[in-house]
């Protein structure tokens, strides 16, 4: 599911393949020590609703946030539809945990910087070659609201100055 499922078929980064070996692993750790049954002998059949529910509360009482405990939930969703794929009497157990519903997360402020502090930053560069270029790169991502890693990426050819409307053509990872 790890390695061959998630990393190469699918193409899902190393992060998140880490991530669901934590959360499997975090899965492990509550059937050991909350359900008190040992990893060998549970069974898809015990994975119900009841007990990834439980899984969650077992995450809501060690201090994981709502979006954490959706991802984890998504983990085990991804691998028990995985599963179900490779032997057809678990599908009725995976969609059973498909209709858990996500937790609602608090929508988040999110702080901007004043007028006075973007100014304070932008005049910190020294004025020599660096300074120069690092400010250009501070307006850019304030004003494009692009990623570090886009402006980063970023070529010579991927600027047209004379154009009508001049622009930059932002590319990402997945470019």
Known sequence: FLENYLEKQTGRSK????????????FRKYINEKLKDSISKFQFADCNRACVIGFLEYLKERGNSPSTR?????????????????????????????????????????????EKSISALLREPKHDMKGTRNTM???????????????????????????????????????
């Open 15 to 26: 992060l998140t393949v880490k991530a669901s070996r934590d959360t499997l692993t975090l």
């Open 70 to 114: 959706n991802m984890r939930l998504s983990t085990l969703r991804s691998y028990l539809c995985y599963a179900s794929g490779r032997h057809i009497a678990l599908e009725s157990i995976a969609l059973e945990i498909s209709r858990i519903p996500p937790f609602k997360e608090p929508k988040k402020v999110k702080e901007t910087l004043t």
């Open 137 to 175: 790169i501070m307006i850019l991502l304030f004003d494009t609201a692009a990623r570090l890693d886009e402006v980063l990426s970023l070529q010579l050819g991927d600027m047209n100055l004379t154009a009508e409307i001049p622009y930059i053509k932002v590319r990402g990872k997945g470019n």
